[in-house]
């Protein structure tokens, strides 16, 4: 919105051309995302907790020390929207079609965890909305997202000069392209549903998801800035892709607004983020991704998130196939507390882990 006013009138008010700048909205974006969650996420909280009497439910097979969190209300993840929305809505230039496809996805699976969050409170239990129904509504709505970054998108590569729109890139090779046709949008939506559900599984302590996904926004707010701006793409040798630029201004709303809520989150947590949250910022994440063709970039820098949902996979493949558990707990953040971590030894080691990964992701865009 306030890009436009740079438009209208930056001629004669030269002060607002700043606004013009992507590095500024998106510095202003961050700012307003907090503001935003600071005002609304006491009302947000005393809300969820009149309507929630018993909180979000405690797994009765978890560690011993969470059931003191017993009656925490869950659906925080409302917070964090409210503050992406409303900065985004402000700061980011609105004819941008990957701002929408972002903000449809990041909405659509935010409304998906809020329905899995409320039954899983009105049943006092675990079983929310069935895996199968979840998946679908996640595989639907990611896959019309990658259909319309792949056909409205401008992406013609300044490597190669072809269209990249339908492409898959590598990290540390400048050429490496595989053209997947049609079958890119299986495989974006693919990337975004198994972002969204690899956040899912890592929030399961008090601000153990949001830090990661605030540094893994940070990180991609990078990406999404240098492969939007030809100058900076041509000199790293990464794809060009026009537009991507606003993206790191929703990159800066989502680092805001999880600062906000990890004033709340923080120990002892007053509201957990619940799928609302998790579902949805993973969501945004694999998007971001896809439309920056940074997929594999991904895997890198959400390596903690590909961690604890490999952890699910194979404790279930090896429970299945041999009546035996690999780990205490899955997923592995759970393992670890079984052993005797302390959660905040967990988490800021997690933390610390994220951060690495990060850099790592970082690190491809040179190493070409």
């Known amino acids: 919105m306030l890009y436009y006013l740079a438009i209208e009138f930056g001629d004669q008010i030269p002060l607002i051309n700043v606004f013009r700048y992507i590095t500024f909205r998106t510095g202003g974006a961050l700012f307003t995302a907090v503001l935003i969650v600071f005002l609304f996420g006491p009302r947000i909280i005393r809300s969820l907790r009149g309507r929630q009497k018993k909180g979000q439910p405690i797994r009765a097979d978890g560690p011993a020390t969470h059931f003191k969190k017993a009656g925490t209300p869950t659906m925080g993840g409302l917070m964090i929207l409210v503050g992406l929305m409303g900065s985004t809505l402000l700061w980011a230039d609105l004819s941008s079609v990957y701002v929408w496809a972002v903000l449809a996805v990041t909405l659509s699976f935010g409304a998906i965890g809020f329905y899995d969050d409320y039954l899983k409170v009105k049943k006092a239990s675990h079983g929310g909305l069935s895996g199968r129904m979840r998946l ?5 709505i990611a896959g019309g997202a990658c259909t319309v970054i792949m056909l409205l998108g401008d992406q013609t590569s300044t490597v190669s000069g072809v ?9 540390f090779f400048k050429n490496l392209v595989l053209h997947l046709g049609w079958f890119f949008i299986f495989f974006g939506a693919f990337v975004v549903v198994g972002a969204g559900n690899a956040v899912n599984l890592t929030d399961g302590l008090d601000g153990l998801a949001i830090v990661p996904v605030m540094i893994a ?20 040798q990464i794809h060009f892709v026009l537009g991507t630029g606003e993206l790191a201004i929703i990159c800066g709303a ?26 949805a910022l993973g969501g945004m994440l694999g998007t971001i991704a896809v439309a920056a063709k940074h997929e594999i970039v991904l895997v890198i820098i959400g390596g903690l998130f590909v961690m604890e949902a490999l952890s699910v996979i194979i404790q279930v493949g090896s429970f299945k196939l041999t009546g035996k558990r690999v780990f205490k707990m899955a997923p592995i953040h759970h393992h670890f507390e079984q052993l005797g971590w302390t959660e905040s030894q967990v988490v800021i080691r997690f933390w610390i882990i994220s951060i690495m990964f990060a850099l790592a992701g970082l690190a491809t865009l040179k190493l070409r």
Do not use: C, H, Q, R
């Not at 679908?136 to 639907?140: A, C, G, K, P, S």
């Not at 707010?221 to 790293?236: M, S």
């Open 136 to 140: 679908l509504l996640e595989f639907i």
């Open 163 to 171: 269209d990249m729109s339908s492409a898959l890139t590598f990290p």
């Open 254 to 279: 989502v680092i805001g607004a999880g600062l906000g809520f990890l004033w709340f989150n923080a120990p002892p947590a007053a509201i957990f983020m619940g799928d609302t949250g998790s579902l």
């Open 217 to 236: 926004a940070a990180s991609f707010g990078v990406i999404a800035y240098l492969a939007g701006n030809k100058v900076f793409a041509d000199y790293l």
